[in-house]
């Protein structure tokens, strides 16, 4: 039985939603309750709170369990286990990125750059230890502020830089930023407490769990599609089909050709379909799928 934290804030919408996409729905009295539970025997506990302290609270054993995002296992330099990585943000299927920017007019246009500014270097950020790291890295001397919020708006007034999270960098161009360095990609993950992870029972029922979020995630790039062709436009058809693996090929009865069914990306299905019917297949369906597990 495992105790899980999940992340509340930007990735709480997501979370949630890819849980029960898996059949993990998460039931809680009120969208501000803290307390929730899993109709499922292998959890018997969920707490959800500010990603941030996950790590923290999953390395000190207070859940066996916890989503979160590398950046904050690396910010705190919490002891937990990785047990994989889930591919979604709060907005897209892309990792984000912790980013060093600085105003579009500065000078600077590396991380190495900063050893020449005179003086201190004033930066703001949420990753005040992730960040002195990586300034420490290149012998820059530095006065790094937690901020709270509003990162961006500090540049030049507060400080000299910022080191900010981004998905598509639109924020920071917007507030007249330009990235210099990218310094941690993270995506979202799958951590567990170093002793529960030890034990066979929990890290069966953790594995269970990763199974079918991982699953969820990658049916969500994918989509089934089942055909008909006639016998002598067979090979046409399958050498446009992209799959995962060798696509499932029935005989019809009657002599009437031949049933096709694969698992193609979903961003090729615009182009995909109009192909395959100009190569001889008839009667296309395009399904939906709701997991793949390898």
């Not at 997501?14 to 803290?34: I, P």
């Not at 292998?42 to 709170?49: D, F, G, K, N, S």
């Not at 923290?56 to 989503?67: E, H, K, R, W």
């Not at 994989?84 to 984000?96: Q, R």
Request: glycine share 6%.
């Amino acid at each position: 039985m495992l105790r899980l934290v999940l992340p509340k804030g930007s990735l709480e919408r997501a979370t949630l939603e890819l849980f029960s996409a898996a059949d993990l729905a998460v039931s809680r009295s009120s969208d501000v309750e803290y307390r929730a539970t899993i109709a499922d025997p292998r959890i018997a506990e969920v707490r959800i709170l500010r990603p941030q302290e996950i790590p923290v609270y999953v390395a000190d054993g207070l859940f066996d369990l916890g989503i979160t995002g590398r950046d904050w296992v690396e910010e705190r330099g919490s002891d937990v286990v990785s047990l994989g990585e889930l591919t979604y943000s709060k907005a897209t299927a892309s990792p984000i990125r912790v980013v060093l920017a600085v105003a579009e007019s500065s000078p600077f246009t590396s991380r190495a750059d900063l050893a020449k500014h005179p003086g201190r270097l004033r930066v703001s950020t949420e990753y005040p230890a992730l960040t002195t790291r990586a300034l420490a890295e290149i012998g820059v001397a530095a006065d790094v502020s937690l901020s709270y919020g509003a990162t961006e708006a500090k540049v030049p007034d507060i400080a000299d830089c910022v080191v900010e999270i981004t998905e598509t960098g639109r924020a920071l161009r917007a507030a007249g930023l330009r990235i210099i360095d990218t310094l941690l990609v993270s995506r979202t993950e799958l951590i567990a407490n170093p002793a529960a992870a030890a034990e066979p029972g929990k890290r069966h029922a953790m594995g269970q769990i990763l199974t079918l979020l991982q699953g969820t995630l990658e049916a969500r790039e994918k989509v089934l599609v089942k055909l008909n062709v006639p016998g002598d436009r067979l090979d046409s058809v399958i050498a446009a089909l992209p799959s995962l693996r060798a696509p499932t090929v029935s005989e019809l009865s009657g002599d009437g050709g031949y049933a096709v069914e694969t698992v193609v990306p979903k961003a090729e299905i615009n182009t995909l379909i109009p192909a395959l019917k100009d190569r001889g297949a008839t009667d296309i369906l395009e399904l939906a799928l709701s997991k793949i597990v390898h």
